[in-house]
């Protein structure tokens, strides 16, 4: 029996300059996560955002579900057939380590993974170099999603979120504050926590959370085994949280230093995209410092 699903655009943000650009000239990031698809149109000339769409999806129960509205999806935008000079696809769903580039072999990546992991039915292994980091991040996908969207959007370029946030953390304004900066991404029921101290990446770890307060005791937690100090590292959030949310209420009682995390800069940001805050897709944008 088919299942019913309350598929609709949560986000949809464009301007008359798109009608204006030739989009040939201009790259798709699009960014998979459970229960979400979103993308950007972005020019790279002038590092310009130029659209944005995100979905949400309801139930949110498993990768087929996922799939099944996603192909709603593609039934319904037709912006996504559009002839764009490439396309990237980026996942959000989890299911990553960091390796040291030293010790990384790629006939290896499964027992890596597995080694943190547990192994998924119907699961592709990848992995993403990181340009600015001597890791590799190594993580799993859903086999059919991936060759769904590889075969809708006929391109072979894959990575993962975390892999554009670890490009994008180092351009933040605090990413050298000595004592310690904390980047917390939050989606719908996990938060990744990138910790770095002087500039050096400390760790990366997602979470599952249910309340604010377990998102505050996760932060917390990975700090002090860190050894550092909760009451004095600057914790950066982003991620889709309003003020009113239990995340950032239960976060600003026991964080000091909360902030939001800046809008990534050296973009340009139509003016609709500027009135929606810039923490709400960071992981969105990033996407842009891989192509």
Known sequence: MPVAYNIHPAFTVDDETLLETDLTACYLLVLVGNGTFSYVVYEPVAKKFLALKSYHFTPRKMALADLEMIEQV?????LLFTAFKSILLAFNTGNGV????????PSMKKDYLHLAMPEKVQEAILSDLLPQLPMVNIYSVDKDLLGFLRKEFSTDLVIHANSALLQSYPMDFDFQAANGVAFVE?????????????GKLL???ETDYQTGLDVVYGVVNILRQLGLDEQQVKVKLGGIVATDAGVYQEMYKFIP????????PGFQYITKMQEIPGYYFHNLYALALCV
């Open 257 to 264: 230093h909360l902030e939001w995390i800046q809008r990534l």
């Open 98 to 105: 960091l390796v040291p580039h030293m010790y990384y072999m």
């Open 203 to 205: 760790i990366q770890q």
């Open 186 to 198: 939050v989606e719908q029921h996990t938060f990744t926590v990138t910790v770095y101290a002087g």
């Open 74 to 78: 593609f039934d319904t935008d037709k």
